[in-house]
């Protein structure tokens, strides 16, 4: 395991483009690094994804709005589940979530198209509230069909914020093997038995990338959970990227 700190124009980090919507917005330069936790599978770390404006902007408009998260079923149908605790919310794609959108979009690349986007997702967890090991690729025939876009093919867990006091409420990924610089217990839970494999801690505005999908089938090893929090709070949001285009009702730009 290393890391290593890529060239800012691989992800396209200077995001001062025009995003690809109906009110052809620009939007603001934003600069940041990241960092490859493993390459195999595809594990990046990518501090400041976010601005402090645009984490308070995301706080206000999902304020209020949050209902108790869900999962799918085999059936492909959505249901409470007690291994997931949490609440969520989708967001509305306005001109500053649709710049993160772009800029999510630009770090995999110029050939992903939006129709491949997911509508972004807030999820906010308080105490005791978690996610229980699970992956973001799907199971079930029903959930990857063609309207769907196919299954997950990249995802992003963004910290938008978390209280002065947290703990707890990292994000695990009991099968990564644990990295080799003490430079990663700035990001990652070094305190944790590596046996459990990573935890990274729940550091406002960073954020982590991952690819779900290995030679055409999830990849086991990008299984995670959202640990519980034992004191304070954190507001997350994820970003899904799909192998292939959505049915129009389904894309992030008609929420």
């Not at 869900?70 to 609440?87: F, M, P, Y």
Request: charged fraction near 20%; hydrophobic fraction near 35%.
């Amino acid at each position: 395991m290393f890391s290593k700190l890529l060239p800012l124009p691989l992800f396209a980090l200077l995001v001062g483009v025009t995003a690809s919507s109906k009110e052809n917005i620009t939007c603001p330069h934003h600069l940041y690094n990241v960092q490859i936790f493993s390459e195999d599978p595809l594990v990046i770390y990518i501090p400041d994804f976010i601005t402090a404006e645009e984490a308070a902007h995301l706080q206000s408009i999902s304020s209020g709005k949050f209902s108790s998260s869900q999962i799918a079923d085999q059936s492909g149908q959505q249901h409470l589940a007690k291994t997931r605790t949490s609440r969520s919310t989708s967001l509305s794609s306005d001109q500053v979530v649709q710049c993160i959108e772009e800029r999510a979009l630009q770090f995999q690349g110029y050939d992903i198209p939006r129709t491949r986007l997911e509508p972004l997702q807030a999820v906010q967890y308080s105490i005791g509230e978690n996610y229980k090991p699970h992956t973001d690729w799907f199971t079930s025939p029903a959930q990857t069909t063609q309207q769907f876009g196919g299954n997950r093919a990249t995802s992003f867990f963004v910290y938008v914020s978390a209280s002065e006091d947290i703990i707890g409420g990292g994000t695990q990924f009991p099968l990564l093997d644990a990295p080799s610089s003490e430079r990663w217990c700035d990001y990652v839970n070094c305190d944790a038995g590596w046996d459990e494999g990573v935890t990274f801690r729940p550091i406002a505005r960073n954020a982590v990338f991952w690819r779900n999908m290995k030679d055409g089938k999830g990849d086991r090893r990008t299984l995670h959970s959202g640990l519980p929090v034992q004191r304070g709070e954190k507001l997350g949001m994820n970003i899904w990227t799909r192998e292939d285009e959505l049915d129009v009702q389904y894309r992030s730009d008609i929420i």
